[in-house]
C-alpha cells in the first residue's frame, strides 16, 4: 500500500479553510497549522500542529516523517517565509521567488522595487528606531499613515493627522511588527482597490480588479470588494504592464499575487503593498463567483506541480461584503439570514462566530464575522442588493463595556448591532 500523501497548510483562518477543503477534495491528507486551538483549520485538518506558523524547523522536524507533497498558506504574509523554508526543507516541486517573499514582507522594500522600476512612487521612511520616524514624520504633509513594515490584516495601521498622536501610533505599529521596524508614508488621496492575480508562464493568467471600500481613518480596514472595478481602459492596460514588471523584476513568474493600491484623480497608480500569495479577505471567493475560477485549487496544483485550470468562466459583477460587529462583546444570534440568503443577488453568505462566541469591534480585518456575496447585472443593482441585505442582517451583541453590564435589563435595541 502507498502512503499516504499531505498538503501541509499554514494558518487555519477562515481564509485558509477552503484550501483544506480543497486539498482533501484532491485526495489529501491535511496537516493544519496554527496557534490557536480554536482555528477553524483544527476540525479541519487530518493532524493539527498547534504552534506558530512562522517556525519553519520546527515544523518540519515534526511533520518529516510524512509524505508532504506540497507546502501552502493563502492570504497569510507572516507564513510566507516559512511557506518558502519548508518547500525547501520537504522538497516539494513549487519554490517561491525569494524576492517575491521580501517584497510580500517588507512594505519599505517593496517601495525600493517599485523606485528600481521607475513606478509612481510616494515618500515614505522605514526604520526601527522611533526618533528616526519621527524626523521622517515631521517632514511630510499631514495626514501622514503608520504602519507595521511586515504585518497584515490592517493590525497596527493608523491614519496619523495629529503630530501628538504620532509616538501612540508609532508604538502601536511596533507592537504589531514582527521585526520592530515601522513605515511611515505619505497619504495617497484617491480611489482604492486592489488587484487578485495568478500568475502562468510569466503572464497573467487571471487578473480581478476590484473596487475597494474601507472604514476610512484612521484604521482604513477593508468592508468590501466590488468587481469589476470601473477603469479606464488605457488605466487597466497600465496596471496590468506594472504588475507584469513588478513580477518579473521580483522573479515571480507562477502563482498568485494580490496587490492594493490607489487611484488618483489624474488616474495615476500608486502600489501600497503586495502579497505574492492568494489574497485575503475572501478575495479568492470573489474571484470565484465572479469569473468561475477556482484559484485555490489552483494554487494547490501549482504547490503539487500540477497543471492549472485558469480559463473564466463567466464575468459577472459581484460584490464581496465583509460583515463586521460594532461592539466587543459576546454573540447573541445573527438575524435576518435566511432573508438575506432568500435575495435573488445572494450567492453566498458564510458566518464565522458561533452565538455564544466572543466578538470585537472592527478594529482589524481578523474581527471579522462573516462573508456576504451578491452577484448582479449592473453595478447599481448591486448596490441596492446591499444596502437591502445589510437593512435584513443583524449581528444582536451583548456588549462588553461595563456599563451595560451593569444595566439591570438592557433594552433590545442596545443589543442590536446593524452590520457596519
Ligand atoms: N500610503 C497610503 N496612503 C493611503 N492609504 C494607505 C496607505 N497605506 C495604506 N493605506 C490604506 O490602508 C490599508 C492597509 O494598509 P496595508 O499596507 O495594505 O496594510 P495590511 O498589510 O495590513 O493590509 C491599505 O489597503 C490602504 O487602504
Ligand atoms: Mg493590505
Same mark, same amino acid.
Given at each position: ?10 494558518g487555519?483562518g ?18 493544519g497549522?496554527?496557534?490557536?486551538p480554536?482555528a ?23 511533520? *518529516?516523517?510524512?509524505?508532504? /507533497? ?5 492570504? $497569510?504574509d507572516? =507564513?510566507?517565509?516559512? #511557506?518558502? &523554508?519548508? %518547500? ?6 513549487y ?5 517575491a517573499?521580501r517584497?510580500?514582507?517588507?512594505k ?37 499613515i ?22 501612540g ?20 488621496? *484617491?480611489?482604492?482597490?486592489? /488587484? ?5 508562464g $510569466?503572464?497573467? =493568467?487571471?487578473?480581478? #480588479?476590484? &473596487?475597494? %471600500? ?12 466590488t ?74 496544483r ?30 447573541l ?34 474581527h ?19 444596502a ?33
Amino acid at each position: 500500500m502507498t502512503e499516504p500523501q499531505h498538503i501541509l497548510v499554514l494558518g487555519g483562518g477562515e481564509d485558509q479553510l477552503p484550501a483544506y477543503h480543497e486539498a482533501r477534495r484532491l485526495g489529501y491528507r491535511v496537516i493544519g497549522v496554527d496557534r490557536r486551538p480554536d482555528a477553524l483549520g483544527a476540525a479541519a485538518s487530518d493532524l493539527f500542529l498547534c504552534m506558530t506558523t512562522r517556525a519553519p524547523d520546527r515544523i518540519a522536524a515534526m511533520v *518529516g516523517h510524512l509524505d508532504v /507533497a506540497a507546502v501552502i498558506s493563502p492570504a $497569510s504574509d507572516a =507564513a510566507q517565509e516559512s #511557506v518558502a &523554508e519548508l %518547500s525547501r526543507l520537504l522538497g516539494t516541486p513549487y519554490q517561491p521567488a525569494p524576492d517575491a517573499v521580501r517584497a510580500s514582507v517588507d512594505k519599505g522594500w517593496f517601495h525600493t522595487v517599485l523606485d528600481r522600476l521607475g513606478l509612481p512612487g510616494y515618500a515614505y521612511a522605514q526604520s526601527s528606531d522611533e526618533a528616526e520616524l519621527r524626523r521622517a514624520a515631521a517632514d511630510l504633509p499631514l495626514p501622514v499613515i503608520v504602519k507595521p513594515s511586515d504585518s497584515s490584516g490592517s493590525k497596527g495601521v493608523q491614519v496619523v493627522a495629529d503630530p501628538a498622536a504620532l509616538p501612540g501610533a508609532l508604538a502601536e505599529a511596533r507592537r504589531h511588527s514582527f521585526t520592530g521596524e515601522v513605515i511611515v508614508e505619505e497619504m495617497l488621496l *484617491g480611489r482604492h482597490l486592489s /488587484a487578485e492575480a495568478f500568475l502562468r508562464g $510569466s503572464t497573467l =493568467a487571471t487578473i480581478a #480588479v476590484t &473596487e475597494r %471600500s474601507t472604514t476610512g481613518a484612521p484604521h482604513m480596514i477593508t468592508t468590501a470588494h466590488t468587481v469589476p472595478a470601473e477603469l479606464t481602459p488605457s488605466t487597466e492596460i497600465r496596471l496590468r504592464s506594472m504588475i507584469m514588471d513588478i513580477c518579473g523584476e521580483l522573479g515571480h513568474t507562477d502563482g498568485p499575487v494580490n496587490f492594493d493600491f490607489v487611484v488618483d484623480a489624474a488616474d495615476e497608480i500608486r502600489f501600497i503593498e503586495m502579497g505574492a500569495r492568494l489574497g485575503g479577505n475572501g478575495m479568492p471567493l470573489l474571484v470565484r463567483h465572479a469569473f468561475g475560477i477556482n484559484t485555490y485549487e489552483a494554487a494547490l496544483r501549482l504547490a503539487l506541480g500540477q497543471p492549472t485550470e485558469l480559463t473564466p468562466r463567466h464575468h459577472r459583477k459581484t460584490a464581496l461584503r465583509i460583515l463586521t460587529a460594532d461592539t466587543d462583546g459576546v454573540l447573541l444570534g445573527v438575524d435576518g439570514t435566511d432573508a438575506v440568503r432568500a435575495l435573488p443577488e445572494t450567492v453566498e453568505l458564510q458566518l464565522f462566530a458561533e452565538p455564544g462566541s466572543r466578538v470585537h469591534r472592527y478594529t482589524q480585518a481578523g474581527h471579522k464575522l462573516g462573508y456576504l456575496l451578491l452577484v448582479a447585472d449592473t453595478h447599481d443593482a448591486l448596490r441596492a442588493a446591499q444596502a437591502r441585505a445589510e437593512s435584513l442582517l443583524r449581528f444582536r451583541i451583548e456588549p462588553a463595556t461595563p456599563r451595560a453590564a451593569s444595566a439591570a435589563a438592557p433594552r433590545s435595541e442596545e443589543l442590536t448591532e446593524q452590520i457596519r
